[in-house]
Structure formats: C-alpha cells, structure tokens
C-alpha cells in the first residue's frame, strides 16, 4: 500500500497520512481481529480491481478505518456489505 500511495501522489500532506498515521495502527494493533483485516483486505482488491485512485478513494477508506475504533457504530459490529 506504501508503494502504492507514494507513487501515485507527491503532497506531502497526503503522505503523512498513510506514513504516519495509518501505518502504525494498522500493523502495530489489535483493534480488528484476523476476520475483520480479511474484509478490509477485501474491499481494497476491489477498489483496485475497479481502478479508484489512491485520493480521494483510498484516502477516504483509509480514515473511515482510523475513525471507527471508539465511534457510535462501533458497537452495532463491523460488517461491510459489498
């Protein structure tokens, strides 16, 4: 994903977004179990698949993983629909 992101985008706005911040939650958590990380693996072969760009696309799936540990729809589970 790192590869994936730098290359498509120079601003470094956007970087610090994928460097420091998503980076370090997603490999050093435990907030989604195997199953979960499967789904959200999932969704993003899919927006590949259908060729969405790494901004907005990707940036938006992105903070809406970030966003959901601690907020409302936490506690109604995790199940994407797709």
């Known amino acids: 994903m790192k590869k994936f992101m730098f ?20 490999l050093n958590s435990d907030i989604y179990d195997d199953e979960q990380k499967e789904k959200i693996y999932d969704v993003a ?14 940036k938006s799936f992105i903070i809406s993983l970030l966003s959901f540990p601690g ?12």
């Open 7 to 26: 290359g498509i985008c120079f601003q470094e706005e956007r970087w610090v977004l994928m460097e420091e911040n998503f980076g370090p939650f997603w």
């Open 45 to 58: 072969d899919l927006m590949l698949k259908k060729r969405l760009r790494p901004f907005p696309f990707y």
């Open 71 to 82: 907020s409302p729809q936490e506690g109604e589970g995790f199940d994407i629909g797709y």
